[in-house]
């Protein structure tokens, strides 16, 4: 009793140091520059800007240029590359004692970032915060949570220090798993599961893991709400092998490492009762709805990053979540996090995020004109584009993400994630964003509901070599499509870029007709395959909406998986 006392009052001194620093978030943002500055002023980028000591607002925005991370990317290399160990001095005072890969499926390749304990420290407070209003909203008590988390391939750079994406840095941190032991409760798997090196294996066995402890299962989260849709998706294909295993007590020969089995060994004993369980639940679900509670009867809610490239997966995780809620995690990018998820009743496609004053200098620039402005100064139902400034050494750094104000939680904005802004399809004077090519691939896939197959996931690119230039988009579906029913689909989404610019250079032939390509199943599988060799997280996933052309190999794998393609007649 003590010990839950103690918990709720932890809690609730969370939520209050979180209304604390929001209620005057002007003042918090200048004192977190100031720290920042005052830290780091002397390193080797800073000093050469002029600011001579100075921590004001004014001085840094005067003196400090706007960057992205072309302009960052040199510094990091040095730092990654310096044999002599002390990198102190380049973009931070104290050294960089590792670095972190972004998923690289934005531009191709993972890019480099620097990481550092201060990141683990709001990683921390980002998820106590979030918690405490989630669980005051879902209160969990006493149970188990299937976290579909998995660590990534490390590597040492050339100057010996630790490279990996930010999730397997925080995962293998003694404090970030103290932090998510208070938060998200007893995961399920045990560490080697999650550090298994090959996803197929750790996926196989957090399931597993998830029917042995099904009845103190109460929450299931991810990164990423792709890495969920895509673990029942592969519950679908894989749960009579793993009735088996629960039937039998010992583990599949499909899973090699010996770390693995003999984590597993201890979980697995013979249990014909579960196994019955499970196989009735499985035989008796249509079309595998609400699979989620049915395998989790004391599921209270289904955590992930939901909003910008995940929203796409929402419905296929309602259709498995059935009742169930999904509340979209906190905002964050490789570089830093933002702003934190305090309204999880909303559902994701509404979600907002307050940002944290205090985790980094924030500013935005106005995406109809005009200089950067502060974190208070921002308009309600205005879109910006973030810049941050963090704690690891990124000063006025682009994230390339747009938001829009949704209004403000005391000081500070609550803020919308709309799109990355660079994440485009463009031809001409056309520019559709992500969020345009999302709604054009849902209104068309309506076309395909009536032979009940839907669309598992898609990408785009622009064909440059056709005259004129056209848009080409990637489907790979569930099943089987009539001829007609594919063309009927490649007609809607033409139509359905709306964009002024796209529409009018279509009906003078200045865009081409779209091209619809419809892919093996498993191509996006592939896809994944490929990300997670160059040494990304299978949790940190993100499927690429737009190909560049520079992507060669990302486009060698979807040529290659071609079966059917067909051109719009819709102009």
């Known amino acids: 009793m003590l010990e839950k006392m103690q918990e709720r009052v932890d809690m609730e001194a969370v939520m209050e140091e979180f209304e604390s620093l929001t209620m005057d978030a002007g003042r918090v943002q200048r004192e977190t520059l100031q720290r920042i500055l005052e830290e780091n002023g002397g390193c080797e980028y800073l000093s050469r800007l002029g600011l001579n000591g100075r921590t004001d607002p004014q001085s840094f925005k005067a003196c400090v240029p706007i960057v992205t991370h072309a302009d960052i990317e040199p510094y990091i290399r040095r730092i990654a590359d310096d044999d002599g160990g002390d990198n102190s001095s380049i973009i931070t005072a104290?050294?960089?004692?590792?670095?972190?890969?972004?998923?690289?499926?934005?531009?191709?390749?993972p890019k480099y970032l620097p990481f550092n304990d201060e990141l683990v420290?709001?990683?921390?407070?980002?998820?106590?915060?979030?918690?405490?209003?989630?669980?005051?909203?879902?209160?969990?008590?006493?149970?188990?949570?299937?976290?579909?988390?998995?660590?990534?391939?490390?590597?040492?750079?050339?100057?010996?220090?630790?490279?990996?994406?930010?999730?397997?840095?925080?995962?293998?941190?003694?404090?970030?798993?103290?932090?998510?032991?208070?938060?998200?409760?007893?995961?399920?798997?045990?560490?080697?599961?999650i550090f298994g090196g090959d996803y197929h294996h750790s996926l196989y066995c957090h399931l597993l893991c998830g029917l042995i402890f099904r009845h103190q299962v109460q929450l299931i989260s991810s990164t990423f709400a792709h890495s969920i849709v895509h673990a029942f998706r592969t519950f679908e294909q894989i749960w009579h092998h793993l009735v088996a295993d629960i039937r039998r007590g010992s583990l599949s020969s499909r899973v090699t490492s010996a770390p693995i089995r003999s984590a597993m060994a201890k979980l697995l004993k013979p249990d014909p009762d579960l196994a019955d369980a499970i196989q009735s639940k499985c035989t008796s679900l249509s079309n595998w709805y609400g699979l989620i509670p049915e395998l989790f009867p004391n599921v209270k809610y289904v955590y992930g990053i939901m909003t910008g490239s995940m929203e796409p997966y929402i419905k296929k995780l309602r259709h498995y979540a059935g009742e169930i809620p999904l509340i979209s995690a906190d905002y964050g990018a490789s570089e830093g996090w933002i702003g934190v998820n305090v309204n999880p009743a909303l559902p994701p496609e509404e979600a907002t995020f307050v940002v944290l004053p205090n985790v980094g200098y924030f500013e935005f620039i106005p995406l109809d004109g005009g200089a950067a402005v502060g974190l208070t100064e921002v308009e309600v139902g205005k879109e910006y584009e973030v810049v941050t400034t963090s704690f690891a050494g990124l000063y006025r750094y682009k994230l390339g993400d747009v938001v829009r104000v949704a209004g403000f939680r005391n000081g500070a904005p609550e803020l919308r994630f709309v799109c990355r802004r660079n994440v485009v399809l463009s031809v001409n004077v056309d520019k559709n964003t992500e969020t345009d090519l999302q709604a054009a691939v849902e209104a068309a896939a309506r076309a395909a509901a009536a032979e009940k197959v839907e669309v598992v996931d898609y990408t785009s690119c622009v064909d440059a070599s056709s005259e004129p230039a056209r848009y080409v988009v990637f489907w790979e579906m569930s099943g089987g499509a009539s001829d007609e029913v594919v063309e009927e689909c490649c007609n809607r989404l033409d139509r359905s870029f709306e964009e002024a610019g796209y529409v009018a250079m279509r009906k003078i032939n200045?865009?081409?007709?779209?091209?619809?390509?419809?892919?093996?199943?498993?191509?996006?599988?592939?896809?994944?395959?490929?990300?997670?060799?160059?040494?990304?997280?299978?949790?940190?996933?993100?499927?690429?909406?737009?190909?560049?052309?520079?992507?060669?190999?990302?486009?060698?794998?979807?040529?290659?998986?071609?079966?059917?393609?067909?051109?719009?007649?819709?102009?």
């Open 94 to 109: 104290k050294p960089i004692p590792a670095i972190s890969l972004s998923s690289g499926t934005t531009q191709g390749k």
């Open 121 to 193: 420290e709001n990683t921390m407070q980002i998820y106590k915060t979030s918690f405490a209003f989630r669980n005051r909203e879902y209160p969990i008590d006493n149970g188990k949570a299937l976290q579909l988390i998995y660590s990534s391939k490390q590597f040492k750079t050339k100057g010996g220090l630790r490279a990996g994406t930010a999730t397997t840095h925080l995962f293998s941190s003694a404090e970030f798993k103290q932090t998510l032991r208070a938060t998200q409760r007893p995961c399920c798997s045990p560490d080697e599961v």
């Open 510 to 571: 200045g865009i081409g007709p779209l091209e619809l390509r419809i892919l093996r199943r498993g191509t996006f599988q592939k896809v994944m395959d490929h990300f997670v060799g160059l040494g990304g997280a299978v949790s940190q996933f993100k499927t690429p909406r737009c190909v560049g052309a520079d992507n060669g190999k990302l486009m060698q794998i979807l040529a290659a998986n071609v079966v059917k393609s067909c051109f719009s007649t819709a102009y």
